[in-house]
T-cell receptor, first 115, second 108 residues
C-alpha cells in the first residue's frame, strides 16, 4: 500500500465511449503525475500537476484530458480513444515537483483495453 | 530526450543465483533512482544515487553509480522468488525519464 489509489483497476471501452480514470493520494503531496506504460516501451510521462496547476503536457493527444480539482485527486478523462491507447495507466505523486531526489509514489494502475 | 537503456531485457534464473542488471544513459544523470515493479502493482522506489562512484546496499541488493554518472548497475546476491519483478532505472532531473526495464524471474 503506497498511499496512492486508482480506480478502476481494469477498464474495457469502445472507441466511441467516454470514461474517466481516478487517482487519489493520501500522502499530503503537492505534485501528481499520469504515466502510460505500454509493452516494450519506457514509462511515458503524460501530465504533471503541481499545486493543482498543470506544469507538464508531453504532447499528449487531446483525446486524453486531465483534471486536478485539488491536491489529493487527479482524473484522466478519455474520449474517442484508439486501440493503440490500450496500456497500463499509472498515477504517481511526490512531495514537490522539480526537485532532485524526488521519490515518486505510484498507484497500482488502471489496465485499459480499447476495442 | 534522454535515452535510458537497460540490459538484459529479460532474465530468468534459479533461486540462490547472483545477477547483475545495467542501466546506461545517453547523457549524464541528474540523479538516478532504481524502482521495482511487481506484477499488478506500480513501481516502488528501491534507492536513489547521486554521486559518481557511489555504492549503496539494501540487504542483498547492491547499487553502483558509474564515476561519470552515465551508467549504473544493480547486483542481487542469492536471488529469491520475492525478487521477481520489473526493475526500472530513472533519471530524476527536470523530467523523470525511465528506462525500458529488466524483467526478472526467479524460479524456486
Amino acid at each position: 500500500e503506497t498511499g496512492v489509489t486508482q480506480t478502476p483497476r481494469h477498464l474495457v471501452m469502445g472507441m466511441t465511449n467516454k470514461k474517466s480514470l481516478k487517482c487519489e493520494q493520501h500522502l499530503g503531496h503537492n505534485a501528481m503525475y499520469w504515466y502510460k506504460q505500454s509493452a516494450k516501451k519506457p514509462l511515458e510521462l503524460m501530465f504533471v500537476y503541481s499545486l493543482e496547476e498543470r506544469v507538464e503536457n508531453n504532447s499528449v493527444p487531446s483525446r486524453f484530458s486531465p483534471e486536478c480539482p485539488n491536491s489529493s485527486h487527479l482524473f484522466l478523462h478519455l474520449h474517442t480513444l484508439q486501440p493503440e491507447d490500450s496500456a497500463l495507466y499509472l498515477c504517481a505523486s511526490s512531495p514537490m515537483f522539480h526537485t532532485s531526489y524526488n521519490e515518486q509514489f505510484f498507484g497500482p494502475g488502471t489496465r485499459l483495453t480499447v476495442l | 530526450t534522454q535515452l535510458l537503456e537497460q540490459s538484459p531485457q529479460f532474465l530468468s534464473i534459479q533461486e540462490g543465483e547472483n545477477l547483475t542488471v545495467y542501466c546506461n544513459s545517453s547523457s549524464v544523470f541528474s540523479s538516478l533512482q532504481w524502482y521495482r515493479q511487481e506484477p499488478g502493482e506500480g513501481p516502488v522506489l528501491l534507492v536513489t544515487v547521486v554521486t559518481g562512484g557511489e555504492v549503496k546496499k539494501l540487504k542483498r541488493l547492491t547499487f553502483q553509480f558509474g564515476d561519470a554518472r552515465k551508467d549504473s548497475s544493480l547486483h542481487i546476491t542469492a536471488a529469491q522468488p520475492g525478487d521477481t519483478g520489473l526493475y526500472l532505472c530513472a533519471d530524476t532531473g527536470n523530467q523523470f525519464y525511465f528506462g525500458t526495464g529488466t524483467s526478472l524471474t526467479v524460479i524456486p
